[in-house]
């Protein structure tokens, strides 16, 4: 059991996940700082000085940080663009595989042997073609 849990987690798309998670979560931290310290701030200074981290309001008790949430909806986005724009770059740098080279034999009618494309006449059993 031991050494099937060691291929499984050995195996190559299983350590890619992995290092993708890692990856993932690191860059999601750079981007939340990128949104939270950067961008937000200069979003609000052009709305007024707005400070969006503090935006709420209150329903009896609780206070719903709407603020917040914005913040969360720029996070998702840039995100989701830079996950895009990735993804695209990869899909046009695959390579294209070639278009399939035109055919050169073709198969006799009358006897089925294989036999250039441009003959007119079967070598094998002497039909016009």
Known sequence: M???F????????VMD???AVIIG???GKIIASLVNDV????????????????LSFTVGSAAIMYGAFIQAIVDFIIVAFVIFMLV?????????????AAPTTKECPHCFSTISIKATRCP????QL
């Open 2 to 4: 031991l050494k099937e």
């Open 6 to 13: 060691k291929d499984f987690a050995m195996r190559g798309n």
């Open 88 to 100: 695209r770059t990869m899909n046009n740098m695959k390579k294209k595989e070639p278009a399939p």
């Open 39 to 54: 961008l937000m701030p200069l979003i609000g200074l052009a709305l007024g000085g707005l400070n969006f981290s503090e």
């Open 17 to 19: 996940l992995a290092i």
């Open 124 to 127: 094998n059993c002497t039909s």
């Open 25 to 27: 979560g690191a860059f």
